[in-house]
């Protein structure tokens, strides 16, 4: 019930913005049309970057398992470079997420007619290093 409540109150929240500022809404809406689409292909690019990920060290841990590699520092050598390469992808989809973020928060809040900033604005800068908190030690773990 209090959910209903919540929706029924936010439902007329955006009708009385609507009705005071209509063109703010519409703008914002005509802004957002792209990002459905933009989400779906870093969700697909992440996916892919995870799954190379997985790959690679189950392949390694296979081979060490099976000795194949009959070294084992050899083997962490050889993980480590190969995963070099899912690194750069997570890299580069990590900052395409960050401009699409960037875009979206100068885009919806360039219009503001009182000037506030946004919250979302004032947190980009730390956004980066907050992605993808921790796998820069988990890979050095791993490349040590």
């Known amino acids: 019930m209090a959910a209903y409540s919540a929706v029924i109150s936010l439902l007329q929240t955006i009708e009385q913005l609507q009705e005071r500022n209509p063109k703010l809404i519409r703008e914002a809406s005509n802004n957002t049309k792209s990002y459905p689409e933009k989400i779906k292909c870093l969700e697909e690019k992440i996916r892919v970057a ?3 990920a997985e790959d690679v060290v189950e392949l390694k ?3 060490i398992i099976k000795g194949l590699s009959w070294k084992f520092g050899l083997a962490l050598i050889i993980l480590g ?3 070099l390469s899912v690194v750069e992808k997570i890299d580069t989809t990590k900052k395409e997420v960050i ?3 960037s875009d979206f928060g100068t885009s919806t ?3 503001d007619e009182v000037g506030t900033t946004s919250r979302s604005n004032t947190m980009l800068p730390n956004l980066e290093d907050a992605i993808v908190q921790g796998l820069d030690d988990d890979l050095e ?3 040590d």
């Open 109 to 111: 809040h360039a219009n």
């Open 141 to 143: 773990i791993i490349v």
């Open 50 to 52: 995870a799954n190379d």
């Open 99 to 101: 401009e699409i973020v």
């Open 61 to 63: 841990i296979g081979q």
């Open 81 to 83: 470079r190969n995963l």
